[in-house]
C-alpha cells in the first residue's frame, strides 16, 4: 500500500451518468435486456474511475454507477428478501422498502465484479476501495416478518457480509467498507451492541483495511462504543456539522484511523482550496496524518457531475500542498 501521508478517498457513490439513469428507465420498460444495461453502467463505471483519478484522488471506488438504492440493490441479492411497498425516506425520495419473509441466505458475491472493473481501469494509478451496506442498517431498513428478533436477522447478514468480505479479499481488495448510516439513529446501547457483534463477524480474520462509514446521525450515541469495534477505520462526517463530531471524538482515546469530510457533499458551493486546508488542519490537531484520509462527507450521488468532480479536485489540491507543508 501506498505510504504516502493524508490519503484522499471517496465515501462510495458518484453521481449517476444521466446515460445510466436513461438505460435503467428503458430496462424496467423491458425496451433493453439485462445485458445491454450492464455493459452501459460499466462503461459508466469506467468514466467515473477515470475522473475520480483525474481529480487526484489515492483511493477510487467504482462510483456504484449500478445501484439505484443501497437497501433494495442488496436484498435484491440476498435470499429471504421480498419486494414491498414504497416507502417515504426524506423530501421526494422514495424506495421500496424490503420485507424479510423467511431466512436469509448467501447468493453469490455482490460486489466483485464492481471492484474488479474498478481495479482494471485504474492499473495501478490508484487504489480501489469496495463498499457494502452493512448488516445493521440492510435489517433496520426492512420490514422484519420472520425473526424472532431484529438481532437474530442482524447476525443472520453479518454472516452472509462476512462471506461477502472474504471473497473481496480473495481477489486482492486492499480496502474494504461497510456502510452503516442507520446506526447514528438509534439512542439505544442494545442497538450498538447488535452492530458490534454483527461487524466483529463480517470482519473475522478478514487482513484487508476495513472501514465502516457513518453518517448524518446524532453520533454522541455511538461514542466510544464505537471505538470497541472490530475495524481499522472509521469514516464520518465533519463539515455538515460543523466539525462537531470533532468535539465528540476528541473526548475519547481515538484508536483507529480516521476517514475525514473536508467537503460537504450536502451544498452545490465548491470549497475553496484554503478552506478545505483549514477544514484538514482541524483533524490535525488531533491525530497524526497517517491516520487521516480526507475525503468528501458522504457519498457524491446528490450533486452534479461536474461539481463533484470541482470537490474531488479541491480535495486533492489542498491535500497536495499540506503534504509538502508538514
Not at 438505460?23 to 459508466?44: C, F, M, P, Q, R
Not at 474498478?118 to 445493521?136: I, L
Not at 462509514?213 to 464520518?236: A, M, S, T, V
Amino acid at each position: 500500500m501506498s505510504k504516502k501521508i493524508l490519503q484522499t478517498t471517496v465515501v462510495g457513490s458518484y453521481p449517476r451518468l444521466s446515460y445510466v439513469v436513461e438505460a435503467v428507465a428503458k430496462y424496467k420498460k423491458k425496451l433493453i435486456s439485462k445485458e445491454e444495461l450492464k455493459k452501459i453502467t460499466d462503461h459508466a463505471t469506467t468514466e467515473v474511475v477515470e475522473e475520480q483519478i483525474k481529480a487526484g484522488i489515492d483511493i477510487i471506488a467504482d462510483g456504484e454507477q449500478y445501484r439505484e438504492d443501497m437497501e433494495v440493490y442488496f436484498a435484491e441479492r440476498i435470499s429471504g428478501f421480498k419486494e414491498g411497498d414504497w416507502i417515504r425516506i426524506w423530501g421526494n425520495n422514495y424506495y421500496r422498502k424490503p420485507i424479510v419473509h423467511k431466512k436469509v441466505g448467501f447468493i453469490a458475491p455482490m460486489t466483485v465484479e464492481d471492484y474488479l472493473l474498478a481495479e482494471k481501469v485504474t492499473a495501478g494509478r490508484a487504489q480501489v476501495k469496495q463498499m457494502y451496506t452493512g448488516p445493521y442498517t440492510i435489517a433496520d431498513w426492512a420490514f422484519n416478518d420472520a425473526y424472532d428478533s431484529k438481532a437474530d436477522l442482524v447476525l443472520d447478514l453479518a454472516r452472509i457480509l462476512h462471506k461477502e468480505t472474504k471473497e473481496l479479499e480473495k481477489k486482492g481488495c486492499p480496502y474494504i467498507q461497510i456502510d452503516e448510516p442507520a446506526l447514528s439513529t438509534h439512542n439505544s446501547k442494545d442497538e450498538l451492541e447488535i452492530a458490534r457483534q454483527a461487524i466483529e463477524i463480517v470482519t473475522k480474520g478478514v487482513k484487508a483495511k476495513t472501514a465502516i462509514h457513518i453518517c448524518y446521525g446524532d453520533f454522541e450515541n455511538i461514542f466510544p462504543g464505537l471505538l470497541d469495534f472490530k475495524i481499522d477505520l472509521i469514516d464520518l462526517e465533519f463539515t455538515n456539522n460543523q466539525f462537531k463530531t470533532l468535539d465528540i471524538i476528541k473526548k475519547y482515546d481515538f484508536n483507529k484511523e480516521l476517514g475525514f469530510g473536508c467537503v460537504d457533499v450536502h451544498t452545490k458551493r465548491v470549497e475553496s482550496k484554503e478552506e478545505v486546508k483549514e477544514n484538514i488542519k482541524k483533524a490535525l490537531k488531533i491525530l497524526p496524518p497517517e491516520k487521516i484520509y480526507p475525503k468528501p462527507d458522504c457519498g457524491l450521488k446528490l450533486l452534479t457531475r461536474e461539481i463533484a468532480f470541482k470537490k474531488l479536485c479541491v480535495i486533492s489540491e489542498a491535500v497536495k500542498e499540506l503534504r509538502a507543508e508538514l
